[in-house]
Protein backbone atom coordinates (compact mmCIF):
# COMPACT_ATOMS: atom_id res chain seq x y z
CA UNK A 1 0.00 0.00 0.00
CA UNK A 2 1.55 3.23 -1.28
CA UNK A 3 1.45 6.15 1.25
CA UNK A 4 0.31 8.43 -2.00
CA UNK A 5 -2.60 7.58 -3.95
CA UNK A 6 -2.47 7.31 -7.85
CA UNK A 7 -5.16 5.81 -10.24
CA UNK A 8 -3.64 2.68 -11.58
CA UNK A 9 -4.26 3.33 -15.50
CA UNK A 10 -5.36 6.11 -17.55
CA UNK A 11 -5.86 6.07 -21.11
CA UNK A 12 -6.57 8.79 -23.79
CA UNK A 13 -6.50 9.33 -28.18
CA UNK A 14 -3.62 10.55 -29.60
CA UNK A 15 -3.47 14.60 -29.33
CA UNK A 16 -5.75 14.53 -26.08
CA UNK A 17 -5.38 15.93 -22.89
CA UNK A 18 -4.53 13.74 -19.77
CA UNK A 19 -4.12 14.27 -16.51
CA UNK A 20 -3.19 11.98 -13.53
CA UNK A 21 -3.64 12.68 -9.84
CA UNK A 22 -1.44 12.09 -6.64
CA UNK A 23 -3.76 11.98 -3.16
CA UNK A 24 -1.59 12.20 0.22
CA UNK A 25 -1.73 14.43 3.11
CA UNK A 26 -0.71 17.47 5.66
CA UNK A 27 2.21 15.66 6.46
CA UNK A 28 3.54 15.10 2.32
CA UNK A 29 1.92 16.68 -0.61
CA UNK A 30 0.09 19.20 1.55
CA UNK A 31 3.76 20.85 2.95
CA UNK A 32 6.24 19.75 0.76
CA UNK A 33 7.45 19.61 -3.24
CA UNK A 34 6.18 17.21 -4.89
CA UNK A 35 7.59 15.66 -8.62
CA UNK A 36 6.88 13.25 -11.32
CA UNK A 37 8.71 10.86 -13.29
CA UNK A 38 8.25 9.21 -16.03
CA UNK A 39 9.37 5.43 -16.94
CA UNK A 40 9.20 3.91 -20.45
CA UNK A 41 9.29 0.32 -20.58
CA UNK A 42 12.86 -0.91 -19.79
CA UNK A 43 14.31 1.94 -18.58
CA UNK A 44 15.03 3.45 -15.23
CA UNK A 45 12.58 6.34 -14.30
CA UNK A 46 13.08 9.90 -15.52
CA UNK A 47 12.58 13.31 -14.00
CA UNK A 48 9.30 15.10 -15.49
CA UNK A 49 8.64 17.54 -12.85
CA UNK A 50 10.16 18.97 -9.95
CA UNK A 51 9.15 21.91 -7.03
CA UNK A 52 5.69 20.91 -7.49
CA UNK A 53 5.21 22.64 -11.16
CA UNK A 54 9.31 22.65 -12.79
CA UNK A 55 10.60 21.46 -15.49
CA UNK A 56 14.07 20.19 -16.10
CA UNK A 57 15.98 21.29 -19.14
CA UNK A 58 15.10 19.48 -21.94
CA UNK A 59 11.30 18.22 -20.90
CA UNK A 60 8.75 19.02 -23.39
CA UNK A 61 6.48 22.02 -22.04
CA UNK A 62 3.32 19.61 -22.74
CA UNK A 63 4.03 18.16 -19.30
CA UNK A 64 2.90 20.39 -16.50
CA UNK A 65 2.12 19.92 -12.51
CA UNK A 66 -0.04 21.37 -10.35
CA UNK A 67 -0.88 21.25 -6.48
CA UNK A 68 -3.71 21.81 -4.08
CA UNK A 69 -3.98 21.47 -0.59
CA UNK A 70 -3.16 17.50 -0.39
CA UNK A 71 -3.08 16.15 -4.09
CA UNK A 72 -0.68 16.89 -6.72
CA UNK A 73 -1.54 16.72 -10.56
CA UNK A 74 0.60 15.80 -13.98
CA UNK A 75 -1.16 17.35 -17.20
CA UNK A 76 0.40 16.13 -21.04
CA UNK A 77 -1.20 17.04 -23.57
CA UNK A 78 -1.02 17.03 -27.42
CA UNK A 79 -0.44 12.99 -26.19
CA UNK A 80 1.74 11.21 -28.62
CA UNK A 81 2.23 7.18 -28.88
CA UNK A 82 5.98 8.00 -27.44
CA UNK A 83 4.23 8.91 -23.86
CA UNK A 84 2.96 5.48 -23.43
CA UNK A 85 4.85 5.17 -19.83
CA UNK A 86 4.42 4.68 -16.18
CA UNK A 87 3.58 7.88 -13.89
CA UNK A 88 5.38 8.23 -10.17
CA UNK A 89 4.59 10.91 -7.77
CA UNK A 90 6.76 11.27 -5.37
CA UNK A 91 7.49 13.72 -2.21
CA UNK A 92 9.10 13.66 1.01
CA UNK A 93 6.94 12.61 4.36
CA UNK A 94 7.71 14.99 7.37
CA UNK A 95 5.80 12.16 9.55
CA UNK A 96 7.49 9.35 8.70
CA UNK A 97 10.88 10.88 7.72
CA UNK A 98 10.91 8.96 4.18
CA UNK A 99 10.89 9.42 0.76
CA UNK A 100 7.22 8.63 -0.51
CA UNK A 101 5.85 7.51 -4.05
CA UNK A 102 2.79 6.46 -5.15
CA UNK A 103 1.82 3.06 -6.89
CA UNK A 104 2.23 4.08 -10.63
CA UNK A 105 0.06 4.73 -13.42
CA UNK A 106 0.07 3.32 -16.40
CA UNK A 107 -0.87 5.74 -19.25
CA UNK A 108 -2.18 4.12 -22.67
CA UNK A 109 -2.23 6.37 -25.43
CA UNK A 110 -5.09 4.46 -27.39
CA UNK B 1 27.84 14.09 -19.19
CA UNK B 2 26.12 13.58 -15.92
CA UNK B 3 26.27 9.44 -15.42
CA UNK B 4 25.47 7.33 -12.93
CA UNK B 5 26.70 3.55 -13.12
CA UNK B 6 25.46 0.94 -10.84
CA UNK B 7 27.39 -2.44 -10.35
CA UNK B 8 27.19 -5.68 -7.97
CA UNK B 9 24.10 -7.33 -8.26
CA UNK B 10 23.43 -10.63 -8.69
CA UNK B 11 21.83 -13.64 -7.45
CA UNK B 12 22.30 -13.93 -3.88
CA UNK B 13 20.35 -16.85 -1.13
CA UNK B 14 18.27 -15.73 1.75
CA UNK B 15 20.37 -14.63 4.63
CA UNK B 16 23.26 -13.48 2.41
CA UNK B 17 25.30 -10.42 1.49
CA UNK B 18 25.54 -8.36 -1.31
CA UNK B 19 27.56 -4.59 -1.36
CA UNK B 20 26.33 -2.44 -4.17
CA UNK B 21 28.28 0.06 -5.93
CA UNK B 22 27.28 3.48 -7.85
CA UNK B 23 30.16 5.49 -9.63
CA UNK B 24 29.41 9.13 -10.37
CA UNK B 25 30.17 11.03 -12.75
CA UNK B 26 29.90 14.05 -14.80
CA UNK B 27 29.55 16.35 -11.56
CA UNK B 28 30.93 17.68 -7.94
CA UNK B 29 29.97 14.27 -6.29
CA UNK B 30 30.96 15.68 -2.95
CA UNK B 31 28.12 18.36 -3.10
CA UNK B 32 25.18 16.36 -3.38
CA UNK B 33 22.63 13.83 -1.11
CA UNK B 34 22.31 10.67 -2.95
CA UNK B 35 20.14 7.84 -3.01
CA UNK B 36 19.11 4.24 -3.64
CA UNK B 37 15.39 3.60 -4.93
CA UNK B 38 14.05 0.03 -5.64
CA UNK B 39 11.59 -1.65 -7.55
CA UNK B 40 10.76 -5.07 -7.44
CA UNK B 41 9.64 -7.01 -10.75
CA UNK B 42 6.02 -5.36 -11.46
CA UNK B 43 5.77 -3.18 -8.82
CA UNK B 44 5.99 0.73 -7.81
CA UNK B 45 9.30 2.40 -6.64
CA UNK B 46 10.03 2.08 -3.26
CA UNK B 47 13.01 4.57 -1.66
CA UNK B 48 15.59 2.57 0.25
CA UNK B 49 17.94 4.91 2.20
CA UNK B 50 19.54 8.05 1.60
CA UNK B 51 23.05 9.74 2.95
CA UNK B 52 24.04 13.38 2.93
CA UNK B 53 26.64 14.85 0.83
CA UNK B 54 29.02 14.86 3.57
CA UNK B 55 28.10 11.30 5.15
CA UNK B 56 27.00 13.12 7.98
CA UNK B 57 23.07 12.16 7.86
CA UNK B 58 21.86 8.90 6.69
CA UNK B 59 18.11 7.09 6.77
CA UNK B 60 16.28 4.27 6.13
CA UNK B 61 12.93 3.37 5.02
CA UNK B 62 11.47 1.05 8.06
CA UNK B 63 11.91 -2.48 5.76
CA UNK B 64 15.55 -2.43 5.21
CA UNK B 65 16.48 -0.42 8.68
CA UNK B 66 19.47 -2.22 10.54
CA UNK B 67 20.17 -4.59 7.33
CA UNK B 68 21.35 -2.14 4.92
CA UNK B 69 24.00 0.00 5.55
CA UNK B 70 24.31 3.02 3.13
CA UNK B 71 28.02 4.89 2.55
CA UNK B 72 29.80 6.96 -0.33
CA UNK B 73 33.46 8.02 -0.51
CA UNK B 74 33.51 11.12 -2.18
CA UNK B 75 36.98 11.02 -3.14
CA UNK B 76 36.28 8.32 -5.04
CA UNK B 77 32.90 9.88 -6.91
CA UNK B 78 31.16 6.74 -5.18
CA UNK B 79 28.17 5.68 -3.76
CA UNK B 80 27.54 2.24 -1.45
CA UNK B 81 24.68 -0.29 -0.32
CA UNK B 82 25.83 -3.13 1.68
CA UNK B 83 22.80 -5.41 2.29
CA UNK B 84 22.94 -8.13 4.59
CA UNK B 85 20.51 -10.85 6.08
CA UNK B 86 19.17 -10.26 2.53
CA UNK B 87 15.53 -11.66 2.29
CA UNK B 88 13.38 -13.04 -0.70
CA UNK B 89 10.89 -9.61 -0.49
CA UNK B 90 14.69 -7.55 -1.18
CA UNK B 91 14.48 -8.70 -4.79
CA UNK B 92 14.26 -5.65 -7.10
CA UNK B 93 16.10 -3.57 -9.43
CA UNK B 94 18.26 -1.08 -7.01
CA UNK B 95 18.32 2.56 -8.75
CA UNK B 96 21.44 5.12 -7.46
CA UNK B 97 19.94 8.63 -7.66
CA UNK B 98 21.09 12.17 -7.11
CA UNK B 99 18.64 14.66 -4.85
CA UNK B 100 19.28 18.17 -6.61
CA UNK B 101 18.44 19.94 -3.11
CA UNK B 102 19.07 17.31 -0.37
CA UNK B 103 14.99 18.11 0.29
CA UNK B 104 13.84 14.62 -0.37
CA UNK B 105 11.54 15.93 -2.62
CA UNK B 106 12.81 15.25 -6.20
CA UNK B 107 15.60 12.65 -7.41
CA UNK B 108 16.96 14.21 -11.02
CA UNK B 109 19.31 11.93 -12.08
CA UNK B 110 19.32 8.10 -12.23
CA UNK B 111 21.73 4.82 -12.80
CA UNK B 112 20.50 2.35 -14.84
CA UNK B 113 19.59 0.29 -12.40
CA UNK B 114 21.54 -3.23 -11.01
CA UNK B 115 19.32 -6.48 -10.38
CA UNK B 116 19.43 -7.94 -7.53
CA UNK B 117 17.18 -11.55 -7.26
CA UNK B 118 17.17 -12.97 -3.63
CA UNK B 119 16.14 -16.92 -3.88
CA UNK B 120 16.77 -20.06 -2.39
Known amino acids: QSVLTQPPSVSAAPGQKVTISCSGS????????VSWYQQLPGTAPKLLIH???KRPSGVLDRFSGSKSGTSATLGITGLQTGDEADYYC???????????FGGGTKLTVL | QVQLVESGGGLVKPGGSLRLSCAAS????????MSWIRQAPGKGLEWVSY????????NYADSVKGRFTISRDNAKNSLYLQMNSLRVEDTAVYYC?????????????WGQGTTVTVSS
Open chain 2, 97 to 109: TREPDGSGTSMDV
Open chain 2, 26 to 33: GFTFSDYY
Open chain 2, 51 to 58: ISSSSSYT
Open chain 1, 26 to 33: SSNIGNNY
Open chain 1, 51 to 53: DTN
Open chain 1, 90 to 100: GTWDSSLSAVV
